[in-house]
Each structure stands twice: as structure tokens, then as C-alpha cells.
């Protein structure tokens, strides 16, 4: 089965670190969604690109966050510096537009800000 | 934009019974709703979903139903089995400029669904 390959699977790092979070959306898939999900607020959509353009980030914190699309193979989240309350899992998943198929989540980023 | 409502937030079921978990959205403009099935320490994975062309959808032994006119959709699973158990989610699209969920989707806050042996 294909599928959304996400890296690091989790994260361990310092307040005021940066972290960079990657995503390998589906080959052929043409849109990809970075969501992050809490126990208080639960599954938040940040940002999402299609066809590798940014087409909507304000769901994230714009002074300390960023998604950007190097390549199609290729989707990244960078947060900088981090903070306790970014603590959370990120997903990335990715879908095909116009299509019939709905959108594959990957495993996810676990990341905890000490 | 879009708001979603998921009920109930946990649903203990005896194995081999059936389990309902209801949602409610706001926009009319919806026409796609996806339920997701989230495992531990898994991303969630489509299951199902419906266009509002339909009223109901099935698939083997689980089915969503649609009413658009009262703005609520259900998932039914029916003859519960051990591997069942996991937190479902509800979904519609985001934003009213989109009917269709092509610039993502709202998601409920998630049933957390127990089968008891």
C-alpha cells in the first residue's frame, strides 16, 4: 500500500530549539495538509499546499512557524524557536484534488518541548 | 467555518453488539463527510465516507448514514469485534468555499470506542 512517510516518528528537544519536522507525501498526490493534534484542542489543521504552493497557513503561529514545499517529494515544518505548548503530534497527509479517494494521514511526529 | 460536533465522546460496547456514533455540522455548503479511525500511536485512517448525493453507504460491516436536511451523519458498525476498538473521528470540509473538502477538513473531538469481551 502507498503511503505518507513522516520523520522523526518522535522529538525530544529544549525550549527555544529549532525542529524540523519531514513528510514524504503519496507519489501522483497533488495536495498535502499539516494538521497537529492535542488532547485539549484535537486535530487542527496549520497549513496545506497544493501542487507544491502554499495555499493557506493560518491555522500556525506565523513568528515561530513555517511549512514550506522544497520539491513534491518533499514537505517540511519548522518551528522556531519552540516552546512547551508546541508539544503535540503533527501529521501530514496528503490527497489527490479533484479526486474520489479522501486523504492519507502519515504516522505522525510525536514532539515534546521541555 | 465549518463546525463539527461528535457524540459521544466514549461508547463501551459488548463484542458482537452494534455501535452508533452521531455528528452534527454547520454548513449546508458540506457535501463530503469521512469518518477517520485512529489507532494508538497511528495516524488516522480513512474508513468510510459519503457525498451527499446518498443517503447511506455501506461496507461490510460498517455504514454511514446522511440527512442533510437536519445537518447530521452517523457511523453504524455493526457485530463489534475486538479490533474495532479505537478512537473514530468525524469529519466535514472546512470552510464554506469548499463543499467538497478540497481545502481540508474540520474534524469532531473524536469517540473513543470500547469493545468489552
Known amino acids: 500500500d502507498a503511503r505518507v512517510t513522516q520523520t522523526p516518528r518522535h522529538k525530544v528537544t529544549e525550549m527555544g530549539q529549532e525542529v524540523t519536522m519531514r513528510c514524504q507525501p503519496i507519489?501522483?498526490?497533488?495536495?498535502v495538509f499539516w494538521y497537529r493534534q492535542t488532547m485539549m484542542q484535537g486535530l487542527e489543521l496549520l497549513a496545506y499546499?497544493?501542487?507544491?504552493?502554499?495555499?493557506?497557513d493560518s491555522g500556525m503561529p506565523k513568528d515561530r512557524f513555517s511549512a514550506e514545499m522544497p520539491d513534491a517529494t518533499l514537505a517540511t515544518l519548522k518551528i522556531q524557536p519552540s516552546e512547551p505548548r508546541d508539544s503535540a503530534v503533527y501529521f501530514c497527509?496528503?490527497?489527490?484534488?479533484?479526486?474520489?479517494?479522501?486523504?492519507?494521514f502519515g504516522s505522525g511526529t510525536r514532539l515534546t518541548v521541555v | 467555518g465549518e463546525n463539527v460536533e461528535q457524540h459521544p465522546s466514549t461508547l463501551s460496547v459488548q463484542e458482537g453488539d452494534s455501535a452508533v456514533i452521531k455528528c452534527t455540522y454547520s454548513?449546508?455548503?458540506?457535501?463530503?463527510f469521512p469518518w477517520y479511525k485512529q489507532e494508538l500511536g497511528k495516524g488516522p485512517q480513512l474508513i468510510i465516507d459519503?457525498?451527499?448525493?446518498?443517503g447511506e453507504k455501506k461496507d461490510q460491516r460498517i455504514a454511514v448514514t446522511l440527512n442533510k436536511t437536519a445537518k447530521h451523519f452517523s457511523l453504524h458498525i455493526t457485530e463489534t469485534q475486538p479490533e474495532d476498538s479505537a478512537v473514530y473521528f468525524c469529519?466535514?470540509?472546512?470552510?464554506?468555499?469548499?463543499?467538497?473538502?478540497?481545502?481540508?477538513?474540520?474534524f469532531g473531538k473524536g469517540t473513543h470506542l470500547i469493545i468489552q469481551p
Open positions: 497527509a496528503s490527497g489527490l484534488v479533484p479526486g474520489a479517494n479522501g486523504y492519507t
Open positions: 507519489l501522483g498526490h497533488n495536495t
Open positions: 499546499f497544493r501542487n507544491r504552493a502554499p495555499l493557506d
Open positions: 454548513d449546508s455548503a458540506s457535501n463530503y
Open positions: 459519503i457525498r451527499s448525493n446518498v
Open positions: 469529519a466535514a470540509p472546512r470552510g464554506s468555499y469548499s463543499g467538497g473538502g478540497a481545502d481540508g477538513l474540520t
